[in-house]
């Protein structure tokens, strides 16, 4: 890549983070009542911590010192006192980031596996009734509510086949005689909410990788390829495979904005303790310091993300134009 | 580009690839069904949806009485699906026509002034795509408080990025077009050539990508609803299934009270995403052939 939109893009994205963090600020200052006395409605706050919020964030003071007070308290890590949990809000934040990552890492795992082997039958069989099916369940899936599919999973392997428990990531009140015994527990928990986030993302990976693969059959070095006699699969595996895993790398950062989605909605149905359900329980007790928190890591991390996807992308693609 | 929209071209490239017309002949006839029951909703409903029922009526499952079983309330389920559908269709195109309007607007000025305002306006539009939607929505709904019309707003203003983009590209190919050209020449000023020249011209692609807006639109409020930010007051469909979800009922095995809200749902959405795409093959002769 050249170097000149390499510092374009960093540029573009320091802004996009300077707005967001702008934006944040305004959020809760601009609309209608002061962030005191919407913290105020909060039963929870009490007034020591409302004035510590004063003190923090300086709101008796002029904006532009607001302004300043607020970024130089970023800087520093520190945002503040959750009214629910009565702890810093980056403590309670730390303490849900490792759930949320194994959960969503392993169903990205799992969803970009079966992706691509759906989408290569697909493309492989293109027209055929497979085919036909990967689009239905592409469909559907893309018109479902992600919460509601948690709700069916649960019902169906939790409540009526007794397989896996409902919720939480690991039995409560239960004693390990081993780390082996707390580790399978923690992975029966673990598995239908990476399901759930699994059928999420299955449909979108496979619908790429067939429409891609689709096109790269149709280049001209495969014709070449197969011209110099080698077996379908031969070609598959390394002519057609390679090439068409390229938009994969952009597709994982575009849907990293509904990963973030969708596990809001997954955690919260299956009570698993991540930063998803952190967003979810915060908005339930209005604790807006920490609902700000984690909007402001989650949408720092999309951003950032994006622009290392950018960037990845053009170097393991010479082809990209600038 | 939005994941959705991400997600929709390459539905749209396997649509032609399959060339099933019947999908689309599917989505138009399940979206008639539910605009009239939505329409004609209280001719047809047995009972009054805000009744709440005796101890006795809670949780009934589906019988001759209530065909689709009570609720926790002891409401019935069929009344609270046939009224829900007005609210969520309501709030589903309401939200779509704000966001068509922001698009429109910023696109097109975008397109058509071209140079600093463009930057500037699509550094904004960026902005809006990059965001993760859900969260974005549950701070504002949060803050803004929770009553329809503020939902409605809420996801009117973050979903119109991804028309403003498309608006913009096709703007900036009508602009060069001879006849703008010559009604420049003839004095017309950028508001008259921006509203009666570019905006009809325009138009055709708008129109496929609001149905596709709609479905985000209506899985977004349902969404929303779930997670509490709905409007106590409206039973939407997500309020149901918010319900259902907040008293146990689902998990306690009450299939008729959660699964019939989700199905309309996705059959909403699905219908919107099948017209979208019609729509599409119709009114934009690009894709003809391809």
Known sequence: MKKRSLIQKSIYAVITIFAVLVFNYLLFRVLPGDPLSMMMRNPKATPEMIEGMRQLFGLDQP???????????????DLGMSFYFKQPVSSVIGARIMPTIIMVGLAEVVAIFAGIIIGLIAAWKRGTRIDVATLGFSLVTYSMPTFWLGMVIVVVFSVNLHLFPTSGILTPGMTYQTTGAMVADYIRHLILPTLTMSIVLIGEYALTMRNTLTDVLSEDYITTAKAKGFDNKYILRKHALPNAMLPMVTLIAINLGLVVGGTVQVETVFSWPGLGSLMYEALRARDYPLLQGVFLLVTVSVVVANFIADITYSYIDPRVKE | MHYKEFRYRKLKEFFRAVKNN????????????????????????????????NVEDILLPPSGDH?????????????????????????????TLISMIIGCVIGI??????????????????????????????VLAAVLGTNIWNIIFVI???????????????????????????????????????????????????????????????????????????????????????YAFESGAASAGAYWYYLPPGFCVVAVVLSFTLMGYAFDEILNPKLKGR
């Open chain 2, 22 to 53: 019947k999908m689309a002949l599917f989505g138009s006839v399940t979206l008639m069904f539910f605009l009239l029951v939505a329409v004609f909703g209280p001719i047809l409903m047995p009972f009054s949806t805000l009744d709440f029922g």
């Open chain 1, 63 to 77: 904006w532009y010192v607001q302004l300043y007070l607020y970024f130089k308290n970023l800087l520093a890590g």
């Open chain 2, 67 to 95: 065909l689709l079983g009570t609720d926790d309330m002891g409401r019935d389920i069929l009344a609270n699906l046939i009224s829900g559908s007005r609210i969520s269709l309501l709030i589903g195109i309401m939200a």
């Open chain 2, 109 to 138: 000025v975008s397109g058509y002034f071209g140079k600093r305002i463009d930057q500037l306006l699509m550094r904004f539009t960026d902005f809006f795509l990059v965001i993760p939607w859900l969260p974005l929505m549950m």
């Open chain 2, 156 to 242: 009117g203003i973050t979903s119109w990025a991804g028309t403003a983009r498309i608006v913009r590209a096709q703007t900036l190919s009508v602009k060069e077009r001879q006849f703008v050209e010559r009604t420049i020449s003839l004095g017309a000023g950028s508001k008259h050539i921006m509203l009666h020249h570019i905006l009809p011209n325009v138009f055709p692609l708008v129109f496929a990508n609001t149905v596709l807006v709609a479905s985000i639109a209506i899985v977004s409020e349902t969404t929303l609803s779930f997670l509490g930010l709905g409007d106590p007051s409206q039973a939407s469909w997500g309020m149901m299934l918010h």
